[in-house]
């Protein structure tokens, strides 16, 4: 239930500088002017992803607003990013395509306050076979503050949990993965029939992974998470409080029993919801056991126990912590691996479904591998 500390700090400073003002449900024809911009913006944007052609989006942009500026330079970032991660993981991303839920937007006279959420499919091949496209998706939410100028409509503020804004000078590689070889290592096999009876149903587990992912694209449920469950998104992040519902949903999850200290009645518990509190959980209460723990290189290199890399030793309905400073910062839900061997992930805040597991964390994360016993 934790968010980057840089990235809530980027929230909050970009909320703080917005001006405040009383503003009124836009019920005029501009509404339909102010959606046609936000596809085209969130579209463009998408596309600057692949192409990495900056004239393509400053034009959306303020050029004399400092924030206007800095939401821009976001962009440049995130692209930045994505592109130095696939250059050092041997991937070439192939295409991206967003689509965009708003919520709401509140305008008055040349200022609208935009409040909607993205989907965002994007699609790579592994530069040694580029015949197998992959394709995962992203979600996210995001606050804008539009100006209408000389005719149109420009960004001035904009906040979101961007899982790409990391620092691509940071991003840690590892000469030979991923490497398809090490697929024979993997323990990707489901439960069926009498495996199914265990106390854990990996299958219903990673099913409820999928369909839950949120706004992320490929999941289910019309984008929507369970609303069984509160959503703890803007009180500290819902990843803890989704892999919680992944692993103890009785009707839909992997089934674990609730426990003393982590259930959920009308609101979670602190096992349920915090991060910390939620792996000490895991691995005292005799329904996790850690496998590895280290950073990139440490999880993905072969060893002597290990082969394919730790890793591999996952079984799809298994967790990985994401730790930063001494801190777990995030949980995702193992959910397999794509043709070419490389993890996959789904989680909550930002929604990811299907996702390279390390694509947003950088060299000085540690991950906890989690098996969670049968």
């Known amino acids: 239930m934790k968010i980057n500390r840089l990235k809530w700090l980027t929230i909050i400073l970009v909320a703080l500088l917005c001006p405040i003002h009383v503003f009124a449900e836009d019920t005029t024809d501009e509404t339909e002017n102010i959606q046609a911009f936000l596809i085209k913006l969130f579209n463009e944007r998408s596309r ?12 959306f942009y303020e050029k004399t607003d400092r924030l206007s500026q800095y939401a821009y330079e976001q962009e440049l970032l995130r692209s930045n990013y994505i592109n130095s991660w696939a250059e050092k993981r041997g991937v070439a991303f192939s295409a991206a395509k967003s689509n965009i839920r708003v919520n709401r937007i509140k305008r008055q006279g040349n200022i609208a306050r935009v409040s909607l959420n993205q989907s965002l499919q994007l699609s790579y091949v592994f530069i040694s076979d580029k015949y197998n496209p992959q394709s995962f998706g992203i979600g996210t939410r995001h606050g804008l503050t539009l100006k209408k100028m000389n005719g149109e409509w420009v960004v001035l503020r904009e906040w979101y949990t961007d899982p790409l ?27 069926t ?29 019309d984008h929507r998470y369970n609303k069984k469950y509160l959503d703890y998104t803007y009180q500290g992040g819902d990843c803890t409080s989704f892999a919680s519902q992944v692993l103890g949903d009785k009707d839909e999850g992997g089934g674990l029993k609730m426990k003393s200290g982590w259930h959920y009645r009308s609101e979670g518990s602190q096992a349920w919801v915090r ?69 996959l992930v789904n989680s909550h805040t930002a929604d990811r479904y299907r996702v390279p597991f390390d694509l947003g964390w950088d060299q000085n994360t540690k991950y906890l591998l989690i098996h969670i016993n049968d």
Request: glycine content about 10%; charged content about 20%; overall charge negative.
């Open 165 to 191: 804004s990391e620092n691509p000078k940071l991003i840690p590689e590892f000469t030979g993965f991923p490497n398809p070889a090490f697929l024979k290592y993997q323990t990707t096999t489901l439960q």
């Open 193 to 221: 029939g009498e495996k199914a009876k265990r106390r854990y149903n990996r299958e219903q587990a990673v099913q409820y992974a999928n369909k839950y992912a949120g706004a992320a694209w490929g999941a289910g449920n």
């Open 48 to 59: 600057f992803l692949i192409d990495q052609r900056p004239e393509t989006i400053h034009h």
């Open 275 to 343: 991060t910390d509190t939620f792996k000490n959980f895991l691995l005292h209460s005799g329904y996790g056991s850690l496998v590895a723990k280290g950073y990139f290189t440490d999880v993905v290199k072969p060893t002597e126990k290990y082969p394919g890399g730790a890793l591999a030793a996952l079984q799809p309905g298994d967790l990985i912590a994401y730790e930063m400073d001494g801190d777990i910062d995030h949980f995702s839900i193992f959910v397999g691996f794509d043709y070419y061997g490389y993890p």
